[in-house]
Protein backbone atom coordinates (compact mmCIF):
# COMPACT_ATOMS: atom_id res chain seq x y z
CA UNK A 1 0.00 0.00 0.00
CA UNK A 2 2.88 2.20 0.75
CA UNK A 3 3.92 2.12 -2.87
CA UNK A 4 0.37 2.44 -4.51
CA UNK A 5 0.13 5.69 -1.84
CA UNK A 6 2.97 6.99 -3.02
CA UNK A 7 2.41 7.01 -6.57
CA UNK A 8 -0.79 8.43 -5.67
CA UNK A 9 0.55 11.49 -3.89
CA UNK A 10 2.59 12.35 -7.10
CA UNK A 11 -0.42 12.07 -9.58
CA UNK A 12 -0.61 9.02 -10.79
CA UNK A 13 -4.44 7.79 -9.89
CA UNK A 14 -4.43 4.33 -8.03
CA UNK A 15 -6.92 1.32 -7.65
CA UNK A 16 -6.71 -0.93 -5.07
CA UNK A 17 -8.13 -4.48 -5.25
CA UNK A 18 -8.26 -5.88 -1.46
CA UNK A 19 -9.39 -8.87 -0.38
CA UNK A 20 -8.15 -9.68 3.18
CA UNK A 21 -8.51 -5.89 4.34
CA UNK A 22 -11.34 -3.51 4.58
CA UNK A 23 -10.93 0.00 3.29
CA UNK A 24 -11.47 1.28 6.60
CA UNK A 25 -8.24 -0.95 7.94
CA UNK A 26 -6.28 0.32 4.90
CA UNK A 27 -7.71 4.05 5.95
CA UNK A 28 -6.49 3.17 9.36
CA UNK A 29 -2.31 1.56 7.47
CA UNK A 30 -2.46 4.44 5.48
CA UNK A 31 -2.79 7.09 8.16
CA UNK A 32 -0.30 5.17 10.32
CA UNK A 33 2.05 5.61 7.95
CA UNK A 34 1.53 9.16 7.01
CA UNK A 35 1.53 10.23 10.79
CA UNK A 36 3.83 7.71 12.20
CA UNK A 37 1.80 6.31 15.30
CA UNK A 38 0.96 2.85 15.34
CA UNK A 39 -2.47 1.63 13.80
CA UNK A 40 -2.90 -0.29 17.61
CA UNK A 41 -2.83 2.88 19.42
CA UNK A 42 -5.53 4.87 16.52
CA UNK A 43 -7.67 2.21 16.70
CA UNK A 44 -7.38 1.79 20.31
CA UNK A 45 -7.89 5.85 20.75
CA UNK A 46 -4.84 5.98 23.04
CA UNK A 47 -3.15 9.14 21.09
CA UNK A 48 -2.41 12.80 21.85
CA UNK A 49 -4.06 16.24 21.08
CA UNK A 50 -1.10 16.71 19.14
CA UNK A 51 -1.26 13.52 17.09
CA UNK A 52 -4.78 13.95 17.04
CA UNK A 53 -4.78 17.13 15.14
CA UNK A 54 -2.06 14.76 13.00
CA UNK A 55 -4.03 12.50 12.18
CA UNK A 56 -6.85 15.34 11.33
CA UNK A 57 -4.37 17.01 8.85
CA UNK A 58 -3.28 13.68 6.87
CA UNK A 59 -6.91 12.01 6.63
CA UNK A 60 -7.52 15.26 4.83
CA UNK A 61 -4.88 14.87 2.77
CA UNK A 62 -6.36 11.35 2.26
CA UNK A 63 -9.57 12.34 1.04
CA UNK A 64 -7.93 14.33 -1.78
CA UNK A 65 -5.49 11.72 -2.74
CA UNK A 66 -6.75 9.95 -5.78
CA UNK A 67 -6.30 6.24 -4.51
CA UNK A 68 -9.58 4.09 -4.90
CA UNK A 69 -10.00 1.16 -3.01
CA UNK A 70 -12.39 -2.20 -4.06
CA UNK A 71 -12.09 -4.33 -1.23
CA UNK A 72 -13.93 -7.58 -1.02
CA UNK A 73 -13.43 -7.97 -4.76
CA UNK A 74 -12.46 -11.78 -5.72
CA UNK A 75 -13.85 -12.79 -8.94
CA UNK A 76 -11.48 -12.40 -11.53
CA UNK A 77 -14.15 -11.27 -14.20
CA UNK A 78 -15.32 -8.70 -11.26
CA UNK A 79 -11.87 -7.28 -11.16
CA UNK A 80 -11.61 -7.04 -15.04
CA UNK A 81 -14.68 -4.46 -15.39
CA UNK A 82 -14.23 -2.78 -12.36
CA UNK A 83 -10.71 -1.89 -13.54
CA UNK A 84 -11.87 -1.02 -17.08
CA UNK A 85 -14.59 1.63 -15.48
CA UNK A 86 -12.06 2.57 -13.27
CA UNK A 87 -9.47 3.79 -16.02
CA UNK A 88 -12.22 4.96 -17.99
CA UNK A 89 -13.79 6.77 -15.30
CA UNK A 90 -11.41 8.18 -13.17
CA UNK A 91 -8.07 7.97 -15.09
CA UNK A 92 -6.26 5.27 -13.02
CA UNK A 93 -2.50 4.52 -13.95
CA UNK A 94 -2.07 1.75 -12.05
CA UNK A 95 -3.73 -1.61 -10.22
CA UNK A 96 -2.40 -3.05 -7.45
CA UNK A 97 -3.73 -6.55 -6.33
CA UNK A 98 -4.02 -8.28 -2.88
CA UNK A 99 -3.75 -11.22 -3.74
CA UNK A 100 -3.76 -13.69 -6.08
CA UNK A 101 -4.06 -17.00 -4.02
CA UNK A 102 -7.67 -15.27 -3.71
CA UNK A 103 -8.86 -14.94 -6.75
CA UNK A 104 -11.66 -17.07 -7.40
CA UNK A 105 -11.84 -18.30 -11.33
CA UNK A 106 -13.71 -21.03 -12.48
CA UNK A 107 -12.01 -23.13 -15.31
CA UNK A 108 -13.55 -26.57 -16.06
CA UNK A 109 -11.34 -29.37 -14.97
CA UNK A 110 -8.32 -27.72 -14.41
CA UNK A 111 -6.36 -27.69 -11.49
CA UNK A 112 -4.74 -24.88 -8.90
CA UNK A 113 -1.94 -24.32 -10.93
CA UNK A 114 -3.63 -24.29 -14.03
CA UNK A 115 -6.21 -21.86 -12.87
CA UNK A 116 -3.48 -19.74 -11.56
CA UNK A 117 -1.49 -19.63 -14.95
CA UNK A 118 -5.41 -18.62 -16.62
CA UNK A 119 -5.38 -15.62 -13.85
CA UNK A 120 -2.23 -14.40 -14.65
CA UNK A 121 -2.27 -14.77 -18.82
CA UNK A 122 -5.58 -12.69 -18.00
CA UNK A 123 -4.08 -10.39 -16.23
CA UNK A 124 -1.16 -9.94 -18.24
CA UNK A 125 -3.72 -8.98 -21.00
CA UNK A 126 -5.95 -6.93 -18.87
CA UNK A 127 -2.66 -4.83 -18.29
CA UNK A 128 -1.91 -4.46 -22.02
CA UNK A 129 -5.31 -3.55 -23.26
CA UNK A 130 -5.86 -0.72 -20.24
CA UNK A 131 -2.16 0.21 -20.67
CA UNK A 132 -1.35 0.52 -17.20
CA UNK A 133 0.64 -1.88 -14.89
CA UNK A 134 -0.82 -3.92 -12.30
CA UNK A 135 0.85 -4.94 -8.93
CA UNK A 136 0.17 -8.65 -7.91
CA UNK A 137 0.81 -9.77 -4.84
CA UNK A 138 1.57 -13.25 -4.62
CA UNK A 139 2.20 -15.59 -1.59
CA UNK A 140 5.67 -17.65 -1.00
CA UNK A 141 5.93 -21.45 0.57
CA UNK A 142 7.98 -20.36 2.98
CA UNK A 143 9.58 -22.08 6.34
CA UNK A 144 7.94 -21.58 9.40
CA UNK A 145 9.81 -19.07 12.23
CA UNK A 146 13.06 -20.45 13.57
CA UNK A 147 13.96 -22.52 10.69
CA UNK A 148 16.85 -22.16 8.73
CA UNK A 149 15.85 -19.80 5.36
CA UNK A 150 17.52 -18.45 2.75
CA UNK A 151 16.39 -15.34 0.95
CA UNK A 152 13.22 -16.03 -1.62
CA UNK A 153 13.71 -17.16 -5.05
CA UNK A 154 11.21 -17.35 -7.82
CA UNK A 155 11.09 -21.53 -6.93
CA UNK A 156 9.32 -20.40 -3.79
CA UNK A 157 6.24 -18.73 -5.75
CA UNK A 158 2.95 -21.20 -5.06
CA UNK A 159 2.13 -22.48 -8.59
CA UNK A 160 4.79 -20.90 -9.83
CA UNK A 161 4.92 -21.69 -13.32
CA UNK A 162 2.25 -18.59 -15.02
CA UNK A 163 3.45 -16.24 -12.54
CA UNK A 164 6.97 -16.23 -13.79
CA UNK A 165 5.91 -16.44 -17.68
CA UNK A 166 3.76 -13.69 -17.58
CA UNK A 167 5.32 -11.65 -15.18
CA UNK A 168 7.69 -8.45 -16.50
CA UNK A 169 9.15 -7.83 -12.79
CA UNK A 170 9.32 -9.87 -9.84
CA UNK A 171 10.35 -8.86 -6.31
CA UNK A 172 11.03 -10.28 -3.55
CA UNK A 173 10.79 -8.15 0.08
CA UNK A 174 12.47 -10.36 2.54
CA UNK A 175 13.07 -9.71 6.47
CA UNK A 176 16.20 -11.77 7.67
CA UNK A 177 14.86 -10.81 11.55
CA UNK A 178 11.61 -12.09 11.33
CA UNK A 179 13.34 -15.49 10.72
CA UNK A 180 15.94 -15.12 13.59
CA UNK A 181 18.66 -14.26 11.08
CA UNK A 182 20.86 -11.32 12.84
CA UNK A 183 23.80 -11.24 9.82
CA UNK A 184 23.22 -11.43 5.98
CA UNK A 185 26.34 -12.64 3.54
CA UNK A 186 27.79 -9.76 1.77
CA UNK A 187 26.11 -7.01 4.05
CA UNK A 188 28.62 -6.33 6.95
CA UNK A 189 27.72 -4.05 10.00
CA UNK A 190 24.02 -3.81 9.26
CA UNK A 191 21.94 -5.56 11.97
CA UNK A 192 18.97 -6.90 10.06
CA UNK A 193 16.39 -6.14 12.49
CA UNK A 194 15.37 -2.84 11.10
CA UNK A 195 16.46 -3.74 7.53
CA UNK A 196 14.69 -5.78 4.79
CA UNK A 197 16.22 -7.07 1.63
CA UNK A 198 14.62 -6.32 -1.98
CA UNK A 199 15.53 -8.77 -4.49
CA UNK A 200 14.38 -7.91 -7.95
CA UNK A 201 14.53 -11.22 -9.68
CA UNK A 202 13.17 -10.85 -12.85
CA UNK A 203 13.08 -7.56 -14.96
CA UNK A 204 12.04 -8.10 -18.45
CA UNK A 205 13.67 -4.75 -19.58
CA UNK A 206 16.26 -4.09 -17.02
CA UNK A 207 18.66 -5.64 -14.76
CA UNK A 208 17.97 -7.61 -11.60
CA UNK A 209 19.55 -7.77 -8.34
CA UNK A 210 19.20 -6.74 -4.62
CA UNK A 211 19.28 -3.82 -2.48
CA UNK A 212 18.85 -2.91 1.24
CA UNK A 213 15.80 -0.90 2.52
CA UNK A 214 15.07 -0.11 5.88
CA UNK A 215 11.97 -1.38 7.61
CA UNK A 216 9.75 0.01 9.99
CA UNK A 217 8.24 -2.71 11.96
CA UNK A 218 5.48 -0.24 14.00
CA UNK A 219 3.83 1.72 10.78
CA UNK A 220 4.42 -1.10 8.43
CA UNK A 221 6.75 0.63 5.61
CA UNK A 222 10.06 0.46 4.18
CA UNK A 223 12.18 3.70 3.93
CA UNK A 224 15.58 4.76 2.03
CA UNK A 225 18.57 2.24 4.54
CA UNK A 226 21.73 3.32 2.59
CA UNK A 227 22.93 3.02 -1.13
CA UNK A 228 24.15 -0.26 -0.36
CA UNK A 229 23.73 -2.83 -3.37
CA UNK A 230 24.91 -6.24 -4.20
Given at each position: ?99 LGL ?77 GVT ?24 NTG ?21
Open positions: IQEALFAAENGSPGLVFSMEMKDKQLAWKILSQKANIEVLRIRSGKITVDELNDLAFNAQELQATPLYFADGVNNLNDIKSISRRAVKSQGIKFIVIDYISYRLDGANREQVVSEICRQLKALCIELSVPIMLLCQLSRPTKGTTVKPPTIFDLKESGGIESNADVIIFPHRPSYYQVDGIDGIFTENMALIDVAKQRLGHFVSGWDGAHSKFYNYSEFTF
